[in-house]
Structure formats: structure tokens, C-alpha cells
């Protein structure tokens, strides 16, 4: 979960929303593109593009964001800091599309912070959380297949896979095949519904996440394709962004991080070595140099000031000038469901 607004963080025991989470560490491996111009690949409620447009009077941001409500809401932080901020409603993976139109001569630096914004989860109407009642939707653009169409049309195997692969669920077959069997009475319209059956088949753990979280977690990336959209928007940002340019990456859960790990050490040249079975060939030119030696976390004020950074890793990077590589096909694997699945759903 992510709390990419800004905003003061609730009392102690208190919700804390609307809160940028690793702000000063985002703004710290920026610092080399102060005074240039950095894309905000999920504005969210601007706390990231605020604070980069604070630190520098020269610089400027084109900030990104699918949810049309955000983008209404970031109408006022566009005029205050004219012209030094755009603002434009698509997928953070249309990040290259973007900026050949408004920054052709390149980009400077980039920030993604993957996942739910604090808003879009707090909305219980926006369906995204198993602890309000609200209906099954999870779109955070408003627009294609919502949540109850994914669980009450899909198959008994593609549920199971969208619930272990996305959400590392290990009950995944038992809620898929739970899932069909009441699906069969009455279809599934709301998240409080979803998350008792869930509850059925997922041990609560004392003092553990509630049974729900993985389930709708996996179902949240499957209906916006997150995962699909994170790794377009890091080949973009490769193409991108100019030498010594650089790439800032927040994620939540480990197979984000897993993502933006491989990516960036495959572009660092932190291949693993080929085997006299498997010989390699001459490898490319390093197109980054890692900037952060593992991932960044929270420290232990800001977990006790807003505890959805709890998961919150982030791992960032320089450009160097060799050329952009081709897309890496380990990442691109990792972001999809597996083979059985893609091939039912072509049928």
C-alpha cells in the first residue's frame, strides 16, 4: 500500500493517510536533477512532484496519473506552480509516449511509486479495500473489466493463478474454487463479500494482515495491470532519460521489487555469467549505474508516523550514455501470468 499524497499522518493508532512515503530519500536521489526536468509517473496527490519542485526553482515536473479523480484534485497544485508543472491523466507506461511530446530533448530524472494511493484506498466506493463495505471495482482509471467482472467471469485456474502469482496467496486454489462454487447462487458486487468467503479458506494470524489482503492485492494488480505497466514504464524511462539522468523506483510488495531488482542490475551489467553448456556472448554496454547499494527503507520515525511505508524498498539508478537495450524478456516473464493462463484466455 502506498500513500503517494501529502498531508499530515493521522494520531498515534490513527490512519495515516495521505502521506509520501520515503520522501526525503525520493527527493535525495533526485538531487542530481534538480534544476531540469523529472517525470512523476504516479502523482497521486502531488507529495513527490511538491517536493521536487521545492527543492529547485528551475525545475519542472510532468506528472502522470490514470485516476481522474487525481487529476481533478491536482488542478490547484498545476496553477500554483505554472508553468513549471503538467499534469496529464494516462498510464505511468505510457511515460515514453508522454515525454517525446513535452520533453523530447530528454528527461532528467523519473520517480515511480508503485501500487494503491492512501486516496484511492481510503474511498471505500473505489472498491479497493476488504475492510469497507463498497463495490468490487479496483479500476483506477474508472474504465475496462472492474474486480466483480474478473471474479465472476474468470475460470477456476486463471483465479487461482491472478491470486498466487500477483498475491503470493498460498490458499490461492482453495478461494478460487470457493470462489465458483458461491459465485454459482449469487455473483459478487461487493468487497465485503469477497473478503468473508476469503476469510474461509485464510487463517487469521494474531496480530497478522487480514485473510483478505493477498487475495485482493493480487486482484487489484491483475485488474490495472500493474505489473505490465511497471515494467513499460521502466524501459521508457531507460530510453528516456539522458546520461546522468536518474530513476527512483518505491515498491511494496517483493514481486515489484523483484521486477526493478532484475532490471536494474541487468542494466548495470550484473548478469549472471554464462556456462561452458551455455556460453554468452559479448554483453551490451551498462545503459545505468546502480546509485543505492540495496534498497532504501523506512526509517523508524517515519514507520511510527505512517505505517504503510512499512514495505515500502526504494532502488534507484544513473544513466549512463551507452544506448538503450533491448527489453529484458526475465522481467517481462515476471510480470505475466503463466502460460496456461495467457493461452486459455486467447481462446
Do not use: W
Not at 210 to 234: K, M, S, W, Y
Request: net charge neutral; hydrophobic share 45%.
Amino acid at each position: 500500500m502506498t500513500g503517494r499524497g501529502d498531508g499530515l499522518a493521522g494520531a498515534a493508532g490513527g490512519p495515516a493517510r495521505h502521506v509520501p512515503v520515503l520522501l526525503e530519500e525520493v527527493v535525495a536521489a533526485l538531487a542530481s536533477a534538480e534544476g531540469g526536468t523529472i517525470l512523476d509517473g504516479t502523482f497521486g496527490a502531488g507529495g513527490y512532484t511538491r517536493a521536487l519542485l521545492d527543492a529547485h526553482p528551475a525545475t519542472r515536473v510532468v506528472a502522470l496519473d490514470r485516476d481522474p479523480n487525481a487529476i481533478a484534485a491536482g488542478a490547484a497544485l498545476v496553477a500554483s506552480y505554472a508553468p513549471r508543472l503538467a499534469l496529464v491523466e494516462t498510464r505511468f507506461g505510457e511515460l515514453e509516449r508522454v515525454a517525446r511530446e513535452v520533453a523530447p530533448e530528454g528527461l532528467d530524472g523519473v520517480v515511480l511509486d508503485i501500487g494503491v494511493s492512501s486516496m484511492q484506498l481510503d474511498e471505500a466506493e473505489r472498491g479497493f479495500s476488504f475492510r469497507a463495505e463498497g463495490p468490487l471495482d479496483m479500476r483506477m482509471s474508472g474504465t475496462g473489466p472492474s474486480a466483480a467482472d474478473i471474479v465472476n467471469e474468470a475460470d477456476e485456474t486463471t483465479l487461482a493463478d491472478i491470486f498466487y502469482h500477483y498475491g503470493e496467496e498460498r490458499r490461492s486454489r482453495a478461494i478460487a474454487r470457493g470462489i465458483c462454487e458461491a459465485r454459482r447462487r449469487t455473483p459478487f458486487e461487493t468487497t465485503t463479500q469477497l473478503a468473508e468467503l476469503v476469510a474461509r479458506f485464510v487463517r487469521a494470524e494474531p496480530h497478522g494482515p487480514h485473510p483478505a489482503t493477498r487475495t485482493f492485492q493480487g486482484l487489484r494488480i491483475a485488474v490495472n495491470d500493474e505489473l505490465g505497466e511497471l515494467v513499460r514504464a521502466l524501459h521508457g524511462a531507460e530510453r528516456m532519460l539522458k546520461p546522468g539522468g536518474r530513476l527512483v523506483v518505491v515498491t511494496f510488495h517483493s514481486l515489484e521489487d523483484r521486477i526493478v531488482k532484475q532490471f536494474l542490475a541487468a542494466r548495470a551489467g550484473r548478469v549472471a555469467a554464462g556456462s561452458r553448456h551455455v556460453p554468452v556472448g559479448e554483453p551490451p554496454k551498462p545503459s545505468l549505474r546502480l546509485a543505492t547499494k540495496g534498497p532504501v527503507i523506512p526509517s523508524e520515525a517515519e514507520l511510527a508516523a505512517n505505517p504503510r511505508a512499512r514495505s515500502a524498498k526504494l532502488r534507484a539508478a544513473e544513466r549512463l550514455d551507452a544506448p538503450a537495450q533491448a527489453p529484458l524478456a526475465a522481467i517481462e516473464t515476471l510480470a505475466a501470468l503463466p502460460v496456461h493462463t495467457r493461452q486459455r484466455a486467447r481462446r
